[in-house]
Structures are given as C-alpha cells and as structure tokens.
C-alpha cells in the first residue's frame, strides 16, 4: 500500500465512516465523552492528571507517551485554530485518553519533505470518534515517531475536523 501525501490527513479523515469504527452502536458508546470542560486551565489540568497516569495505547496498539511538550503544542494557540471549534477543542483535549484509545490508523503518510526530518522515522495519524453537540466527528491525532534507539512515540497534536461521520 502507498503513502498518502505528507498534508492531506485532514481531508482524509472526510473518507471515514462509521463502520471503520465498529457498528452504529459501538461506535456511538465510543463516542460519548466522560469529561465536560468549559475553560483551558482546567483542561490543561485534566491532561496533566492524564499525563501523569503513563502512556496511552491506541486501538491498533501503538503506545505513545504524552510529554510536557506535547501537552503545551496541544493547548497552544495553534492546535486551537485547527480544530473547527474551541469547545470541541477542550472537550477532545480532556478526554484525550479515551479517545486515544479508540483511535485506528487506516491510512500511512509521506513526510513533509519541507520541514526538518532530521530525527523522525514517521509521523502518524490517527483517528478516533468523539460525540459533539449531538454529531460524532473525527478527531485527528498527530504521533511523531524518532530515530533514536530508546526514543519513544509523542502524541504531538489533535485536532476536531468538522465533518459527521
């Protein structure tokens, strides 16, 4: 199977269905989010406690560890302006854990030859349903995998596409 261009990772989360995730039931168990949040200190509280806890496993079994790095780039300015909506945005980033550990990775991508590669073998991109006023979207996450022996998977970013599945 080839790789998809390194920046359509967003448009291609437009391509899942709901059957990529289980049936209609299941993935709407999956979808419902136990943790409401209103504001960024306390969701920036929540993905400490998170943090805190170790590493998060995916659907498909990759682990991945949430750094101090991580979790700045997560609630910076940036990572807000790329999902499709604030709120959503904090409701994704608090519940980080379970929905990490729906998330499925149907697609391999190219890297950006543009950027610095110098210490990554990959970057991945996952995906996970969240329930959101009523709608279940995709919440797209970002892993950077490095070179170096004993280096580990960094959740790097999320982001809300704002697209029904």
């Given at each position: 199977?080839?790789?998809?261009?390194?920046?359509?990772?967003?448009?291609?989360?437009?391509?899942?269905?709901?059957?990529?995730?289980?049936?209609?039931?299941?993935?709407?168990?999956?979808?419902?989010?136990?943790?409401?949040v209103?504001?960024?200190?306390?969701?920036?509280?929540?993905?400490?406690?998170?943090?805190?806890?170790?590493d998060?496993?995916?659907?498909?079994?990759?682990?991945?560890?949430?750094?101090?790095?991580?979790?700045?780039?997560?609630?910076?300015?940036?990572?807000?302006?790329?999902?499709?909506?604030?709120?959503?945005?904090?409701?994704?980033?608090a519940?980080?854990?379970k929905?990490?550990?729906?998330?499925?990775?149907p697609?391999?991508?190219?890297?950006?030859?543009?950027?610095?590669?110098?210490?990554?073998?990959?970057?991945?991109?996952?995906?996970?349903?969240?329930?959101?006023?009523?709608?279940?979207?995709?919440?797209?996450?970002?892993?950077?995998?490095?070179?170096?022996?004993?280096?580990?998977?960094?959740?790097?970013?999320?982001?809300?596409?704002?697209f029904?599945?």
């Open positions: 199977m080839g790789k998809e261009p390194w920046g359509s990772s967003s448009e291609k989360a437009k391509e899942l269905t709901i059957s990529d995730f289980g049936s209609l039931d299941e993935v709407r168990e999956m979808a419902k989010m136990p943790r409401m209103k504001v960024k200190t306390e969701t920036i509280t929540i993905l400490k406690k998170i943090a805190a806890i170790g998060l496993t995916s659907n498909s079994g990759l682990v991945v560890s949430l750094s101090g790095k991580s979790i700045e780039k997560i609630v910076s300015d940036q990572a807000i302006h790329k999902s499709f909506n604030l709120q959503a945005h904090w409701q994704a980033v519940n980080i854990d929905l990490f550990s729906n998330a499925i990775e697609w391999k991508f190219k890297l950006n030859q543009e950027k610095n590669n110098e210490n990554l073998k990959d970057r991945k991109y996952l995906y996970a349903p969240m329930e959101y006023k009523g709608r279940i979207l995709p919440v797209k996450f970002t892993v950077k995998e490095y070179k170096q022996e004993g280096a580990d998977k960094r959740l790097y970013s999320l982001e809300v596409i704002d029904d599945l």
